[in-house]
T-cell receptor, first 114, second 114 residues
Framework: DVKVTQSSRYLVKRTGEKVFLECVQD?????MFWYRQDPGLGLRLIYF???????EKGDIPEGYSVSREKKERFSLILESASTNQTSMYLC?????????????FGPGTRLTVL | AQSVTQPDIHITVSEGASLELRCNYS??????LFWYVQSPGQGLQLLLK??????LVQGIKGFEAEFKRSQSSFNLRKPSVHWSDAAEYFC????????????FGDGTTLTVKP
């Protein structure tokens, strides 16, 4: 079974702190994604990566950065956390090049910024 | 650009009743289409997907969906709902040339009455 794990289920941080959210997948997938999920807004793509050290902005990259130094690990960084970044963050991975391949999701990290 | 609309934010059905969740997509060619389910506090899990062939697709947990190109729809159905089906359901469309990215709808929350 594909497993995508996220470092924390719940996280509470203060405004202005630098926040790291870690995601690890164990199926050698090329593609990895970070989404945020807010009520009524569905899933919005923050960043995705299709290879080590490669990244592309998604729909809402402002205030976020990412790092992918190893194939299995994709980190989301909030440079200076703000209260409007309080949200559920979901990581996903998928295999490149296969027709119709779906994304596999982690359990999510619920981040609260005070 | 691709997009997905789930017209129903919230649906309530009685246990044992039939279910249909609506999904309309916008995409210039034949898309990849997915339905995911998210149980409370969990990540998303794939229910089923369409990328070619038979337009009626069977998934896990007794769900099915039908791709109707003329209506740009991919509605999810289940003949008899169980209490454990209460969850949030997301329709997603993936472009065939988009490096594995998918666009998600805003989701439909299903409540099951006993």
């Amino acid at each position: 079974d594909v497993k995508v794990t996220q470092s924390s289920r719940y996280l509470v941080k203060r405004t202005g702190e630098k926040v790291f959210l870690e995601c690890v997948q164990d199926m050698d997938h090329e593609n990895m994604f970070w989404y945020r999920q807010d009520p009524g807004l569905g899933l919005r793509l923050i960043y995705f990566s299709y290879d080590v050290k490669m990244k592309e902005k998604g729909d809402i990259p402002e205030g976020y950065s990412v790092s992918r130094e190893k194939k299995e690990r994709f980190s989301l960084i909030l440079e200076s956390a703000s209260t409007n970044q309080t949200s559920m963050y979901l990581c996903a991975s998928s295999q490149q090049g296969r027709v119709g391949d779906e994304q596999f999701f982690g359990p999510g990290t619920r981040l609260t910024v005070l | 650009a691709q997009s997905v609309t789930q017209p129903d934010i919230h649906i309530t059905v009685s246990e044992g009743a039939s279910l249909e969740l609506r999904c309309n997509y916008s995409y210039g060619a034949t898309p990849y289409l997915f339905w995911y389910v998210q149980s409370p506090g969990q990540g998303l899990q794939l229910l089923l997907k369409y990328f070619s062939g038979d337009t009626l697709v069977q998934g896990i947990k007794g769900f099915e969906a039908e791709f109707k190109r003329s209506q740009s729809s991919f509605n999810l159905r289940k003949p008899s709902v169980h209490w454990s089906d209460a969850a949030e359901y997301f329709c997603a469309v993936g472009a065939r040339t988009n490096a594995g990215k998918s666009t998600f709808g805003d989701g439909t929350t299903l409540t099951v009455k006993p």
